[in-house]
């Protein structure tokens, strides 16, 4: 029995289109390694026809009021919750992960997250008038920057498209987005029911590969590039867009650590940390990956961790039961697995290390304990499901641990002692700290990171702000 294989097709200028000369891109199951879809590998022609489309639709979209633009997203709210579980199928056949988890972790927010940047459209405004120079009035406006060039990645496809189109979409810019070359199916699907929506032009979908998105950065016509993706990734979309003085949005990688004092409930830690660091398969920038423990709570934790890794199952998208799917793909696959091979001989796997099954991109939940701070595993980015675990002495050296690193996206503490958390969230030099959790996020509130986890911000009325510009204009009062 084979397989039938979609044909998918970028959306530009309200119509779905093949790449101007035809080339395709297999795109594969990570679930059974098979083809299900074919995308187009688009190329300067279709990057020209996009930003054509996007640019020529920003001057009406612009123009229209806040309130047409708020009830355009939560008609995109509302017809994503009607079309929820064939998102759903979409998102699940691109990347593998449950339906059960895809359901209720994903479309709840995703939807919420469209409703906030609805809401705060209508608060794109600038500071009120004053005269701080005599007979001259001073306003300040807040205006959308332009054209928009979006990467999102394969992570979470369907999130990471929201949390890029919904504040520029907000402040009345136009969209060019592009997914992964290896999730592009979800992203085709939003276009179908977006395109109900708003005018043409407005929102496009590019699909290709990475130098798909290269052409988009360079091309002259957007004002801004936003990725979600790899440090190295991040770091040439910088050169890239510095050419032509872009601005640029770079939510890049992570590799958060978890500080467990002596003091903490050791139960509920084990419990959030593997929840947080096993969930989607770890593919997750702020996945709680590198576990610091204070050296006389350390053998218990370890204990306890590798217990629940060993009680966590990974498998098929319709097994109600597992934890995570497979990896996305299968460089990813060879990427986690090489960590384990190369691991020193003084770190130990706890439990976990190694491939599950013969099929599809499954790997086991890993704990590995026994490290030193200049480990690889340590000081590299293994976006898989594996969590590390040092062991810590006192507060300064866990602090030193836990910023010793090139990321800075996310960290956690784990203590009862609330001035501890309060000097911990002081002194982690990362873009959130957790105290006694470690994920949760909401629309209300940025996430971001510093150092080479990236710069600008997603959710909140700061990451709104990342898509406008800001104009001074003074008027003189007199006569």
């Given at each position: 029995?084979?397989?039938?294989?979609?044909?998918?097709?970028?959306?530009?200028?309200g119509?779905f289109?093949?790449?101007?000369?035809?080339?395709t891109?297999?795109?594969v199951?990570?679930v059974?390694?098979?083809v299900?879809?074919?995308?187009?590998l688009?190329?300067r022609?279709?990057?020209?026809?996009?930003?054509?489309a996007?640019a020529a639709a920003?001057?009406a979209?612009?123009?229209?009021t806040?309130?047409?633009?708020?009830?355009?997203?939560?008609?995109?709210?509302?017809?994503f919750?009607e079309r929820a579980?064939?998102?759903?199928a979409?998102?699940?056949?691109?990347?593998?992960?449950?339906?059960?988890?895809t359901?209720?972790?994903?479309?709840?927010?995703?939807?919420?997250?469209?409703?906030?940047?609805?809401?705060?459209?209508?608060?794109?405004?600038?500071?009120?008038?004053?005269?701080y120079?005599?007979?001259l009035?001073?306003?300040v406006r807040?205006?959308?920057v332009?054209v928009?060039a979006?990467?999102?990645?394969?992570?979470?496809?369907?999130?990471m498209?929201v949390?890029k189109?919904?504040p520029a979409l907000?402040?009345?810019?136009t969209?060019?987005?592009?997914?992964s070359?290896?999730?592009?199916?979800?992203t085709?699907?939003?276009?179908?029911i977006?395109?109900?929506?708003?005018?043409?032009?407005?929102?496009?979908?590019?699909?290709?590969?990475?130098d798909?998105?290269?052409?988009?950065?360079?091309h002259?016509?957007p004002?801004?590039?936003s990725?979600?993706?790899?440090?190295?990734?991040?770091?040439?979309?910088?050169?890239?867009a510095?050419?032509?003085v872009?601005?640029?949005?770079?939510?890049?990688?992570?590799k958060?650590?978890?500080?467990?004092f002596?003091d903490?409930?050791i139960?509920?830690?084990v419990?959030?940390?593997?929840?947080?660091g096993?969930f989607?398969?770890?593919?997750d920038?702020?996945?709680?990956?590198?576990?610091?423990?204070?050296?006389?709570?350390?053998?218990?934790?370890v204990?306890?961790?590798a217990?629940?890794?060993?009680?966590?199952?990974t498998?098929?998208?319709?097994?109600e039961?597992?934890?995570?799917?497979?990896l996305?793909?299968?460089n990813?696959l060879?990427?986690?697995s090489?960590?384990?091979?190369r691991?020193?001989?003084?770190?130990?796997?706890e439990t976990g290390?190694?491939r599950?099954?013969?099929?599809?991109?499954?790997?086991a939940?890993?704990?590995?304990?026994?490290?030193q701070?200049?480990?690889?595993i340590?000081?590299?980015?293994?976006?898989?499901?594996?969590?590390?675990?040092?062991?810590?002495?006192?507060?300064k050296q866990a602090?030193?641990?836990?910023?010793g690193v090139e990321?800075?996206?996310?960290?956690s503490?784990?203590?009862?002692?609330?001035s501890r958390?309060?000097?911990?969230?002081?002194?982690?030099?990362f873009?959130?700290?957790?105290?006694?959790?470690?994920i949760?996020l909401?629309?209300?509130?940025?996430h971001?990171?510093?150092?080479?986890?990236?710069y600008?911000?997603?959710l909140?009325?700061y990451?709104?702000?990342?898509?406008?510009?800001?104009?001074?204009?003074m008027?003189?009062?007199?006569?």
């Amino acid at each position: 029995m084979t397989t039938e294989v979609r044909r998918l097709r970028n959306y530009i200028n309200g119509e779905f289109r093949d790449a101007a000369d035809g080339r395709t891109i297999e795109v594969v199951s990570p679930v059974t390694e098979e083809v299900y879809a074919t995308s187009p590998l688009s190329g300067r022609a279709d990057v020209d026809a996009a930003m054509e489309a996007a640019a020529a639709a920003f001057p009406a979209w612009r123009d229209t009021t806040p309130a047409e633009r708020q009830k355009a997203l939560l008609k995109i709210a509302d017809a994503f919750e009607e079309r929820a579980e064939d998102l759903i199928a979409a998102e699940s056949q691109n990347t593998g992960k449950p339906i059960g988890l895809t359901r209720s972790e994903e479309i709840p927010p995703m939807v919420d997250q469209i409703r906030f940047f609805a809401g705060a459209a209508r608060l794109l405004e600038g500071r009120s008038a004053g005269e701080y120079m005599e007979g001259l009035t001073s306003i300040v406006r807040r205006e959308p920057v332009g054209v928009c060039a979006q990467v999102a990645p394969w992570n979470y496809p369907m999130m990471m498209a929201v949390w890029k189109f919904a504040p520029a979409l907000a402040a009345g810019n136009t969209v060019v987005i592009k997914p992964s070359d290896t999730t592009p199916a979800s992203t085709v699907l939003m276009a179908e029911i977006i395109g109900q929506i708003l005018p043409k032009g407005v929102f496009n979908v590019l699909c290709g590969d990475r130098d798909t998105g290269r052409a988009m950065v360079e091309h002259p016509t957007p004002a801004m590039a936003s990725i979600t993706g790899s440090v190295r990734a991040g770091m040439q979309v910088a050169e890239s867009a510095a050419k032509d003085v872009k601005r640029v949005h770079l939510e890049l990688g992570g590799k958060a650590p978890c500080v467990v004092f002596e003091d903490a409930d050791i139960a509920g830690a084990v419990a959030g940390i593997s929840e947080a660091g096993f969930f989607n398969a770890g593919q997750d920038c702020t996945a709680a990956t590198r576990v610091l423990v204070h050296e006389s709570v350390h053998d218990e934790f370890v204990a306890a961790l590798a217990e629940a890794a060993a009680g966590t199952r990974t498998g098929q998208p319709d097994d109600e039961d597992v934890a995570y799917g497979p990896l996305n793909n299968a460089n990813q696959l060879k990427q986690v697995s090489g960590f384990i091979e190369r691991l020193p001989a003084h770190a130990k796997v706890e439990t976990g290390g190694h491939r599950v099954g013969d099929k599809g991109y499954f790997y086991a939940p890993t704990v590995v304990s026994g490290l030193q701070q200049d480990d690889e595993i340590i000081q590299n980015e293994v976006f898989g499901p594996v969590i590390t675990v040092q062991s810590f002495t006192d507060e300064k050296q866990a602090v030193t641990y836990a910023n010793g690193v090139e990321y800075a996206l996310a960290s956690s503490v784990w203590t009862k002692d609330h001035s501890r958390a309060m000097r911990l969230s002081k002194n982690l030099d990362f873009g959130c700290v957790w105290i006694n959790t470690h994920i949760p996020l909401v629309a209300e509130m940025p996430h971001g990171g510093f150092k080479k986890s990236g710069y600008g911000k997603d959710l909140s009325a700061y990451g709104f702000e990342d898509y406008t510009r800001i104009k001074h204009v003074m008027t003189s009062i007199e006569g």
